[in-house]
């Protein structure tokens, strides 16, 4: 019953999970648009994969150190550990060693649909930046690598 749901919390009907209804098919379009790019890509001294939307995750190593990219609402993030990631893919205690993260498109979701092309974009300037850096400007946003 939908009077035991918590506040805020919208009850699944039969329209939304209509596989040829309005929600199911702007899920599709929109998965078919953001999936533009591979999910897998590496360069010289690193590698990752990138997967899902709402939120846009991606992780892999870079130079010996592991890294972790999150694109979800309007903003975007890329954090860089030296701790191994849990085995369930969970971020290790404490604080990044790296970070840099940024605003993204003009609605207030745009982030979560985030195409592969772009987030690649936003790693790969993220790893150039923080190669720069020598990785040593813990914790601070560092903006926009691009």
Known sequence: MSDDLPPGVIPLTDEMLDPKG???????????????????????GWAGMIE????VQ??????????????????WSFEVWREPFGIDGALPDGDPIWSADGEYGDGE??????????????????????????????????????
Request: proline share 8%; glycine share 10%; with cysteine.
């Open 52 to 55: 899902g939307f709402c939120p």
């Open 58 to 75: 991606g992780f892999g190593n870079v130079d010996g150190l592991n890294w972790y990219f999150r694109a979800r609402h309007d903003a």
């Open 22 to 44: 309005p929600l199911v098919t702007a899920i599709r379009e929109n998965s078919a648009k953001a999936k533009d790019a591979p999910t897998m890509r590496e360069g010289p």
């Open 109 to 146: 979701h745009d982030a979560s649909w985030m195409p592969f092309s772009v987030a690649w974009q936003y790693i790969e300037a993220s790893i150039a930046t923080g190669r720069e850096t020598g990785w040593s400007m813990p914790n601070e946003s560092n903006g926009d690598p691009k």
